[in-house]
């Protein structure tokens, strides 16, 4: 469960689309909450979208609202971000990660990525104009 391969970062244009992967057994659970964050030197990591799949729950950053969509096909163990009208802004490494235990009463998934237990190596996301 703790093992996450991660992958699909690389460099686009401003515009661009890009989907980032992570496959793990974590992911293969609807009543855990799984999300994607990211990091730029020198700030916090900040969560851009979460899900709980059991729930049909899912929340996004407002910076990436509209732009960013985030998925997670528990037959393929793969978590997905699907990336779209990317600004120069988007750019930073990302990461996925998934949660031990959620809480299932809830209908939303931690912002804090202390709250996160397993977490993909991270891949980097480059946004050019």
């Known amino acids: 469960q703790g093992q996450v391969v991660e992958s699909g970062g690389g460099s686009v244009q401003v515009g661009g689309s890009l989907t980032l992967s992570c496959t793990s057994i974590?992911?293969?659970?609807?009543?855990?909450?799984a999300a994607w964050f990211r990091q730029v030197p020198g700030k916090e990591r900040e969560e851009v979208a979460s899900?709980?799949?059991?729930?049909?729950?899912?929340n996004y950053a407002d910076s990436v609202k509209g732009r960013f969509a985030i998925y997670q096909d528990n037959a393929e163990k793969t978590l997905y971000l699907l990336m779209s009208s990317l600004k120069p802004e988007d750019t930073a490494m990302y990461y996925c990660?998934?949660?031990?235990?959620?809480?299932?009463?809830?209908?939303?998934?931690?912002?804090?990525?202390?709250?996160?237990?397993?977490w993909g190596q991270g891949t980097q996301v480059t946004v050019s104009s």
């Open positions: 990660a998934a949660q031990r235990f959620t809480d299932y009463s809830t209908a939303t998934c931690s912002p804090n990525s202390a709250e996160y237990d397993f």
């Open positions: 974590a992911y293969t659970y609807s009543r855990r909450c």
């Open positions: 899900i709980l799949s059991g729930r049909g729950s899912t």
